[in-house]
């Protein structure tokens, strides 16, 4: 059975190792992504700060105490919104539990928690070509509000 679990600050080694495990596949959507960075110092000193920060919520999943994904949402601030807004920052289940519902309960305590906080908005970004993400959120109640667009200098 799954558990869902608000982090700690102890648990910022549980981040890196998830965050370095579920972002595998990032790197065919993305070929500037630094591989290892959840298990580098910046990566610590990222997942340690966000810990640290009373206005971000972070839970990890868990089964028989493994952990198997995790959520880590930040305000997100549009000075041209209306609206409080929380962003989910972070997200991810390990492969084998993948498509198993982990995923939901984890936004859903989320946006129960943000709710809570009086946040009116949650926003996510995911890769254009991650077609299985963006099924999974518009499944979670969001849809596309914005195109983020980059280009190399």
Known sequence: MIQILKA???DVQILQRLNNEVIVDNGKYDDDLIPDWALSERGRAYFTKELHNKDSICFIAQEDNN?????MATPKHFSYRK???IEIANMGVVPLFRSKGVGKQLI????NDARSRGYKKIYVNSYFQNAK???FYKRSGFYEIDLSLERSL
Do not use: L
């Open 8 to 10: 700690s600050t102890d």
């Open 67 to 71: 952990p198997v994904g995790y959520i």
């Open 83 to 85: 609206s409080s807004c």
């Open 108 to 111: 859903d305590k989320v946006i």
């Open 133 to 135: 993400a963006i099924t």
